[in-house]
């Protein structure tokens, strides 16, 4: 069996297990070992380090426990602390460190009312905490004290002592740090790393499970980037510094008694600059923000020669459809990628591949022909090996490659090809590790087989709600492996939700993202008048409010005249038609003026502007 220690014996990085501690003046935040805590002015928001015995107990009224501190953010009323206050342990990595899922959190004012605001300002700073409260009840978020998460086994092996002898935060990869705005007010003072804890979205999954009676350990880590993340339609595409949408690093984690094997491979939207913004049609013309060469070279080149320095060697493999808007964008990604390859020089490799006229007609096993083209890459990249005792194995030292996938979501079609690729790896992980002998594969084991499905089925549905808002769509095949009817009609209900909410939500969505993000700094306590608040600057006309419910209205009334018999068949006949036309005038101008519609994000304009 792995060991696991005691988790008393553990020295963590951050404090953990926290009391906060509140007096009329003073907030306190006090570890478990009690030697000294953190001081916030509740008048000045100046936050200092204290001794934990100079707490004024007798001035308290008021205590909570608290799990993990996140970080603080100022808002029009006044600075808010944000704790984790419960998680559950999801298990164990790298042998005995503990990993939690962050349940339950709480914002806490500095502040006891709202008084000293105008109404206005009330209003606003309750839109701000409703979206805060929105991305914290996100049940993906994730920390260890103990381990740094933000980075790949392969990253952290590579590193000097004195990398990880520095604090968490300081050392963790920005990139996939959730809580970075909340946690850079304290970041200059390395006094209070110690109570920094950095967290991560997307998705964590440990299973202990065995093969031919040895037990090893399955671990699947999703790291969403902080960079361009948003709601699925308001953000698309890459920006001028090349980050891309919806970009997730996913690595594979194989542990037993004696070694550690990773593997990595990411996902991200195309990166150039185009966009699809909702206009209430199931689906939206994508459109490049620019026909110049010069701008969409610029951010397709940051993009991979950023992507180059982690991870030496790229193949794209893009999912996307031959035709249509989404053909175009293929079209001009391999474009662009052979443009580029001065600066790549022959790094970054391209692979297209239609899925959905592949496979479609249930016609799946259509997939290993992709799988078995990109075959040799793959075992040319190899995976991530290490000793216990931290030896290097010269089977496979490193993984010398990504496959970088995508489709137009990243989520579906990209999550099906990724854990294709991440099984055909994991066998050969299994048989270096002697779990496995040369001629066994895994599909002849049921039991882990299920182990390994829902796992990447839990991965593909918490990053497509990240996203889009719903569940992910095939995942019948995640599951069983094949396509079925049931899954059709599940993917058909999935992806109505997913218009809906696109269309008349997802703008709240985005404007949560930007604010927790720090995209948007809200006009805080500090400043001075005039307060403007963006929710008025940016209220949509009245007539986009209005005429839904009138369309509604008006078939309603229709409905009506057909079910309820007037006295005369004509005067019923002229009703009917009557509310019918002016039902489908009113739908016929918001469908063709879809984007005035939409409910568009406040905080911030379109990603791509």
Not at 86 to 112: L, S
Not at 156 to 162: K, Q
Not at 352 to 371: A, G, P, T, V, Y
Request: hydrophobic share 40%; glycine share 6%.
């Amino acid at each position: 069996l792995l060991l696991n220690s005691s988790m008393d014996s553990l020295v963590p990085y951050v404090d953990t297990d926290l009391t906060l501690y509140c007096s009329p003046s003073h907030l306190y935040l006090l570890g478990k070992r009690e030697d000294v805590a953190v001081q916030f002015d509740r008048q000045s928001g100046e936050t200092s380090l204290v001794k934990g015995d100079s707490i004024p107990y007798a001035d308290l009224n008021e205590q909570r426990m608290v799990k993990a501190f996140l970080g603080m953010i100022e808002l029009p009323a006044c600075p808010y602390l944000v704790v984790a206050t419960d998680h559950r342990m999801i298990g164990f990595i790298d042998g005995d460190k503990p990993v939690f899922q962050i349940t339950r959190t709480e914002i806490v004012p500095f502040t006891k009312g709202t008084t000293h605001l105008s109404s206005e300002q009330q209003e606003d700073n309750r839109k701000y905490l409703s979206m805060l409260k929105h991305m914290l009840d996100c049940p993906e978020l994730y920390y260890s004290a103990h381990f740094d998460i933000t980075h790949t086994m392969q990253r952290l092996n590579g590193t000097s002592p004195g990398f990880l002898e520095s604090s968490l935060v300081e050392r963790a990869d920005d990139r996939f740090v959730w809580n970075a705005h909340l946690l850079r007010p304290f970041m200059s003072d390395p006094n209070l790393h110690r109570f920094l804890m950095p967290i991560i979205n997307g998705y964590i999954n440990i299973s202990q499970t065995e093969i031919n009676g040895i037990p090893f350990r399955y671990i699947l880590i999703s790291r969403r980037c902080n960079r361009r993340a948003g709601a699925r339609l308001w953000c698309r595409g890459g920006d001028n510094a090349g980050n891309a949408a919806n970009y997730i690093e996913s690595e594979q984690i194989v542990e037993t008694a004696t070694h550690v094997c990773s593997y990595v491979i990411i996902r991200g939207s195309i990166p150039l600059l185009w966009t699809q913004e909702p206009a209430v049609i199931y689906k939206p013309k994508m459109v490049f923000t620019t026909r110049e060469d010069g701008p969409q070279l610029a951010c397709l080149s940051s993009h991979f020669m950023n992507d180059l320095a982690l991870y030496s060697r790229i193949t794209c493999v893009n999912l996307v459809n031959k035709g249509g808007n989404e053909g175009e964008l293929a079209r001009e990604f391999n474009k662009y990628i052979q443009a580029g390859d001065a600066y790549f020089k022959g790094e970054v490799l391209y692979d297209f591949f239609d899925f959905h006229h592949e496979c479609s007609k249930m016609r799946w096993h259509n997939l290993s022909k992709l799988i078995n083209r990109l075959d040799a890459e793959r075992q040319n990249g190899g995976f991530f090996q290490i000793s216990r005792a931290g030896r290097f194995d010269a089977a496979a030292l490193e993984q010398r490659s990504v496959f970088r996938v995508n489709c137009v979501d990243c989520l579906d079609r990209t999550n099906v090809v990724c854990s294709l690729l991440c099984l055909e790896t994991l066998q050969d992980q299994l048989r270096v590790l002697k779990v496995l002998s040369s001629g066994e594969k895994l599909t002849e084991f049921a039991k882990f087989q299920e182990v390994f499905r829902e796992t990447w089925l839990g991965n593909a549905n918490a990053i497509s709600v990240q996203y889009a808002g719903t569940g992910a769509l095939k995942t019948d095949f995640t599951r069983t492996g094949k396509r079925t009817t049931k899954g059709a009609i599940d993917d058909g209900i999935n992806s109505a939700r997913r218009y809906f909410l696109n269309n008349f939500y997802d703008g709240f969505r985005q404007d949560a993202y930007d604010l927790f993000l720090g995209v948007y700094q809200a006009q805080n306590y500090k400043q001075k008048p005039p307060y403007v608040s963006p929710f008025e600057a940016n209220r949509p006309p009245l007539y986009a409010l209005v005429l839904p419910s009138i369309g509604l209205i008006c078939l309603a009334m229709m409905l009506v005249c057909i079910l309820i018999p007037a006295p005369a068949e004509d005067s019923q006949l002229v009703y009917i038609l009557f509310w019918g036309v002016a039902a489908f005038s009113i739908f016929a101008y918001i469908y063709t003026n879809g984007s005035k519609f939409v409910h568009r994000p406040k905080l911030t304009k379109l990603k791509s502007e």
